[in-house]
């Protein structure tokens, strides 16, 4: 996880939006990842976003790519108390996925 | 189809004992892959197959580590002389080639390994 870097934790109050950002440095990656992984779980696949596109909107997260500045984020709206985990970024390197340290989410009622 | 099966759930072994871990991947992947997560860090890359071939390694498979695939379906990681380094979360991934990279990797539960 080198050369993926998120913030480490975030806290929010349940309802806010939870923004969480990545920044890699691979830029010939064609998709870029969202994981979520709860206590004691394998990883989850949360969403993803090709590289030609700035923003991807799916349900409550949001995906906002700024490929100059290398910059990825997770917005989470309406963030539950089924949302605190922790939220890996991905970038692809050959057949390899790298993964940041992931960001832990914690969601307060 | 239930996913990507790890067992066991978690190995306790003592410093020097070999151990050997499973993985069945979604049945209709033929690309596998292995990871290695420990406290508070992100999973790193170990190794890759498609179908029984190993493609990569990454340099943190040290020679104690071996991989197989033998019929390009299940998938074992054994660890020789274990040490209390190894300690890890050991993940399983399948994915399925010609899909798009954007379908991500499907992961297992893990293998939580203990060196005592």
């Known amino acids: 996880g080198e050369d993926v870097e998120q913030s480490l934790f975030l806290s929010v109050r349940e309802g806010d939006s939870s923004v969480i950002n990545c920044t890699y440095t691979d830029s010939s990656s064609t998709y870029l990842y969202w994981y979520k992984q709860e206590p004691g779980a394998g990883l989850q696949l949360l969403t993803y976003?090709?590289?030609?596109?700035d923003m991807k909107q799916d349900q409550r997260l949001t995906v906002l790519l700024n490929k100059k500045d290398k910059h990825l984020s997770l917005r989470i709206a309406d963030t539950q108390t089924g949302d605190s985990a922790i939220y890996f970024c991905?970038?692809?390197?050959?057949?390899?996925?790298?993964f940041g340290k992931g960001t832990s989410l914690l969601v307060t009622p | 189809d239930t996913g990507v099966s790890q067992d066991p759930r978690h190995k306790i072994t003592k410093r020097g004992q070999n151990v050997t871990f499973r993985c069945d991947p979604i049945s209709e992947h033929n690309r596998l892959y292995w990871y290695r997560q420990t406290l508070g860090q992100g999973p790193e890359f170990l190794t890759y197959f498609q179908n029984e071939a190993q493609l990569e390694k990454s340099r943190l498979l040290s020679d104690r580590f071996s991989a197989e695939r033998p019929k390009g379906s299940f998938s074992t990681l054994e660890i020789q002389r274990t040490e209390q380094g190894d300690s890890a979360m050991y993940l399983c991934?399948?994915?399925?080639?010609?899909?798009?990279?954007?379908?991500?990797?499907?992961f297992g539960s893990g293998t939580r390994l203990t060196v005592v």
């Open positions: 991905a970038d692809p390197s050959g057949y390899a996925l790298n």
């Open positions: 976003i090709f590289s030609n596109m």
């Open positions: 991934a399948s994915s399925r080639l010609g899909t798009g990279e954007g379908y991500g990797y499907t």
